[in-house]
Structures are given as C-alpha cells and as structure tokens.
Nanobody
Framework: QLHLVESGGGLVQPGGSLRLSCAAS????????IGWFRQAPGKEREGLSC????????NYVFSVKGRFTTSRDNAKNTVYLQMNSLKPEDTAIYFC???????????????????WGQGTQVTVSS
C-alpha cells in the first residue's frame, strides 16, 4: 500500500526558495500520477500541479507559474516541488497525493486523489 510523506517545509523570507519532497514507500511511485496541493488557513485546498506517469507536468494555479516546478525521481521514489520567489500568500500547508494506481491522466481535483501525505507547513514571512 502506497504511503506518502512530505518534507522540506519551513519558515522562509519573501523571495526565498524551498524544495518540498514527497517520498513514497510501499509501492513504486512511477505507477502513480502525483499532485501537489496546498491549503491556507480559512481557505479550501487548492490543486497546484500534477506530474503524470509519463513525467508531463500540468500547473493549475496562475500565481505560481514560473515560480514553482514539479519533478520526479523514480529511482528515489520521490516527487519534488521546487518553489522560488516565495511570497507571503504562498503560506500554507502543502500536501502531495497520488491518483489511482496505473492511471495516466492528471487532475487538480482533490477527490480524484488518495492516499495523501500528512502535509508540510510553509511559512513565508519577514
């Protein structure tokens, strides 16, 4: 059974960078499309990006395009979210999640995903 764990969050100043990792255990990560989501206080969970089994990345949020990059390293069973030029409005809990095993397509809809990691807090503040 696939299990996901996010790491790499923390406190960063505006303009800084973080790289989040989504490490998988229990199954091969290359069998899954993986999505990155975030949830800010008082807001709904937002689908940021999805990387397909064929390594095609779709970005869904205009405000992070050009700043956030999703990638995967199947040898390490890990998906990454590189975040540059961070802004205070990027403050949120960041989650990774897997689509149905063997599915090729991507999505930014949270009900399409499961299992989920526990999330990692990103705080952008001076």
């Amino acid at each position: 059974q696939l299990h996901l764990v996010e790491s790499g969050g923390g406190l960063v100043q505006p303009g800084g960078s973080l790289r989040l990792s989504c490490a998988a255990s229990g199954d091969r990560l290359d069998l899954y499309a993986i999505g990155w989501f975030r949830q800010a206080p008082g807001k709904e969970r937002e689908g940021l990006s999805c990387i397909s089994r064929l390594n095609r990345t779709t970005n869904y949020v205009f405000s992070v395009k050009g700043r956030f990059t999703t990638s995967r390293d199947n040898a390490k069973n890990t998906v990454y979210l590189q975040m540059n030029s961070l802004k205070p409005e990027d403050t949120a809990i960041y989650f990774c999640a897997a689509k149905e095993r063997f599915a090729f397509g991507c999505s930014n809809s949270a009900p399409d995903f499961g299992p989920w990691g526990q999330g990692t807090q990103v705080t952008v503040s001076s």
